[in-house]
């Protein structure tokens, strides 16, 4: 259906208008007609449809106006045009008034026409292409029939001579930080100017200043320039016409990613005004809108394949730097170390950050997440990952303690699944909290509202309040498979560790001897016998086991699994003062995993026959999938310190091929 906008016309005069292609003028002939009128004809030029129409009914006026209507108050004239005009004021339309006698027209009224075509255009396809006119450009809807423009938060760093993010500024320094940005064409059509009080303007809502810019590109005879023209303080920017067929090129940027009070779309439109006199405001007679959506911060979980690993080097963790080292080099990626300098002491490189990536049509690019902890690898994002094409965003909390949980151990996400028919193609980000029914510690806010409003990976809180750390990375991962569910879960389990440790005790093995090989335990020699007769542990690990399987219960309702996607990993724990737990032997659930190489806390179990009884219960569990186990040594450097080799390492891996404007929320 055309756009539709009134004139109002004056007999004994002929006004002059501009009509833009695609939409139609509602000229009121009743209104305009003189006194004693009773029927009218219309005469036009071939370069307008005049369309007369009365209530529903419709009747073609032809052009020679050889035709008289009767004069009616529900009457009016359609007029559009289809073509552009080659020169101001080419077309016309008069109406002729008749009265009684049917003798000459007693008056009549006119309008001369000058036919402009206009069109602010966006890849609303998402195609890569920038089409024309496209009629769904102004809307935006999910799924793979979906339409609507995508816009990335130009949140990376292609200058290194600039302090901050691209999006900080309102200036552009090379091509490169162009092609961060989606491209928006302004297409217009017409004579080589517009009639006199006519002019375009460029605008954006008050309400999206903060979230898009707009760059135009000029090119003068010495070069291109790239001048910021909408955003922040600039709410409009007026275009110059340039006539005959022109495309003017915009580069649109996101400012702000989705938040609670952002949901995501911005809106951007181009008007064209009309000023009746000099000293009366201009008026809009035509408005064309384009919607963008900025692209969400999305997560990626275990089962994609790694670029990078991240650790930091610290006085006590030469051999764990060594062992981590020998695991990336089967795994074929890279190993990315940050030195005393940057880390300042501060070993957990999975607590300070978390990495993601933005991806539209035309660009993907990784995006690390800065958690509030801020502890010695504060400035380590900003320093040493931010730059050209690998982005960064943070949320700090203005009024909320930062605790132990809005570290991002705390911050895990599942593979894909489906849960009772409704998919979830780029898996649930996964974060604990505190039990429903105490007052515990929780993430802080700020975060969570940033996490929920991305809208793809629909957060699962969990239950990890329990745990002196908190972190749901202490009893549960996800590791990948080849078959059709495509992973397994992986969980940690106390009744599994006493199972086994019954099941050893039987077979004669009760005094095989705990932490062998560690000269750093205070304790004295623990074996299966004196795990088993300890009571008090007992009572520990039976609560702990029941934390955690309320987790359990919530992860196989929220992600759609059944027990045999589940496999129990050994683990005891011990209760603190406060009443929280934490692993009693280094904790594997708590591993690295990287494609099919999995990198798993050394557990120092009882040996039996040479061989430590938890690492070979747990190969003959994980290695039968195809999948290769390392143990890696990391009691002295992260597990003393309630860490393991999860917490202190980190992995950027390669985003999902799966788009993610084809999700359905």
């Known amino acids: 259906m055309l756009r539709d906008r009134t004139l109002r016309l004056q007999y004994g005069s002929r006004m002059e208008a501009v009509s833009v292609l695609g939409t139609q003028i509602s000229a009121d002939v009743y209104g305009a007609a003189p006194a004693g009128a009773v029927s009218f004809s219309v005469k036009h030029t071939a370069g307008v449809q005049v369309e ?150 460029l605008y954006i809502p008050m309400s999206d200043s903060d979230k898009v810019g707009v760059f135009y590109v000029e090119n003068p005879f010495f070069g291109q320039r790239y001048i910021h023209v909408l955003g922040r303080r600039k709410l409009y920017h007026v275009v110059k016409y340039t006539g005959g067929s022109a495309e003017l090129e915009f580069f649109v940027e996101g400012l702000r990613f989705p938040d609670d009070t952002f949901p995501g779309l911005v809106s951007i439109n181009i008007s064209l005004l009309e000023s009746l006199t000099e000293g009366i405001p201009r008026a809009p007679i035509f408005i064309d809108t384009v919607v963008f959506r900025v692209a969400p911060w999305i997560m990626t979980p275990n089962t994609l394949a790694p670029v990078n690993v991240f650790v930091c080097s610290v006085k006590d963790n030469y051999l764990f730097l060594k062992e981590v080292k020998s695991l990336v080099s089967k795994a074929n990626c890279d190993l990315k170390v940050c030195f005393g300098y940057m880390n300042r002491g501060d070993r957990w490189m999975q607590d300070e950050i978390e990495f993601g990536y933005i991806h539209a049509p035309h660009k993907c690019f990784p995006v690390v997440l800065d958690s509030p902890r801020d502890g010695g690898l504060k400035d380590f994002s900003i320093k040493e990952i931010l730059g050209p094409d690998f982005g960064y965003v943070t949320r700090e909390p203005l009024f909320e303690v930062v605790t132990s949980l809005d570290s991002f151990g705390n911050l895990e996400v599942s593979p894909p699944v489906t849960v009772n028919g409704k998919v979830y193609p780029l898996g649930r980000i996964l974060i604990g909290s505190s039990f429903p029914t105490s007052a515990g510690r929780r993430m802080t806010k700020v975060v969570r509202d940033f996490l929920y409003a991305q809208q793809v990976q629909s957060p699962v809180e969990l239950y990890s309040d329990w745990l002196t750390v908190g972190h749901v990375d202490e009893f549960v991962t996800f590791v990948p498979l080849p078959d059709k569910k495509q992973f397994r879960m992986l969980m940690a389990s106390t009744s599994a560790c006493y199972k086994l440790f019954r099941e050893k005790q039987k077979e004669g093995h009760g005094e095989a001897t705990m932490f062998k090989g560690y000269s750093g335990t205070d304790t004295k020699r623990v074996t299966i016998n004196k795990v088993l007769s300890n009571e008090l542990m007992v009572q520990e690990n039976q609560y702990v086991q029941r934390c955690i399987d309320w987790n359990r219960d919530i992860l196989k309702k929220e992600l759609g699994l059944t027990e045999k996607d589940i496999i129990d990993l050994p683990a005891l724990f011990k209760i603190d003062k406060m009443g929280k737990a934490m692993a009693y032997f280094p904790n594997m659930v708590n591993m690295i995993v990287l494609s099919r190489d999995l990198g798993i806390p050394k557990p120092f179990g009882p040996i039996i026959e040479g061989d430590c009884c938890l690492e070979a219960h747990v190969r003959s569990l994980l290695e039968p999938l195809g999948l290769m186990c390392s143990f890696i040594d990391d009691i002295s450097s992260y597990h003393k310190m309630l860490g393991e080799v999860h917490c202190g390492t980190n992995v950027h891996r390669k985003p999902f091929s799966f788009k993610w404007w084809h999700v359905i929320p």
């Open 52 to 201: 007369v129409v009365t209530d529903d009914q419709s009747q073609v006026a032809p052009a020679n106006g050889g035709k008289q209507w009767p004069l009616d108050h529900r009457t009016i004239l359609k007029l559009s045009m289809n073509k552009a005009s080659t020169e101001a004021n080419d077309n016309k339309v008069t109406v002729n008034y008749y009265g009684e006698d049917g003798g000459p027209p007693i008056d009549q009224a006119g309008v001369f026409l000058t036919g402009i075509g206009i069109s602010l255009d966006v890849d609303a396809d998402r195609d890569g292409v920038v089409e024309k006119n496209n009629p769904r450009k102004g809307t935006w809807t999910w799924g793979p029939d979906g339409q609507g423009a995508i816009l990335l938060v130009n949140c990376d760093k292609d200058n290194p001579f600039t302090s901050g993010l691209d999006c900080d500024d309102e200036k552009i320094f090379s091509k490169e930080d162009l092609r961060d940005m989606s491209r928006m064409i302004l297409r217009t059509e017409g004579p080589q100017r517009l009639p006199a009080g006519y002019e375009m303007v």
